[in-house]
Nanobody
């Protein structure tokens, strides 16, 4: 059974930082691409960060470029999202997701972790 468990969310003031973690189990981690998404109240879920598995290039939503950093530890079956210079508009539930390479659709999702940025 595949499980994705996010952690690291919380309440932070604008300009602060948080580091999210997503621990994966029940899958062959190296066969999956992992992404981060977020959903704010009343808004659709949006992509935040991911990695091109073939090139190793990380890519980000324009709204977080230069502030968020995606990383991955294959030994720990964990991906991270370092979030710096947080803004109130970053407030959302953050989810990690997994897709089996080379498929494009994310098949597995975590329950999410709440990030709240106060102004």
């Amino acid at each position: 059974q595949v499980q994705l468990v996010e952690s690291g969310g919380g309440l932070v003031q604008a300009g602060g930082s948080l580091r999210l973690s997503c621990a994966a189990s029940g899958l062959t981690f190296s066969s999956y691409a992992m992404g981060w998404f977020r959903q704010a109240p009343g808004k659709e879920r949006e992509f935040v960060a991911g990695i091109d598995w073939r090139s190793g290039t990380t890519y980000y939503a324009d709204s977080v470029k230069g502030r968020f950093t995606y990383s991955r530890d294959n030994r720990q079956n964990t991906v991270y999202l370092q979030m710096n210079s947080l803004k109130p508009e970053d407030t959302a539930v953050y989810h990690c997701a997994a897709r089996l390479l080379p498929l494009r659709a994310y098949a597995y999702w975590g329950q999410g972790t709440q990030v709240t940025v106060s102004s």
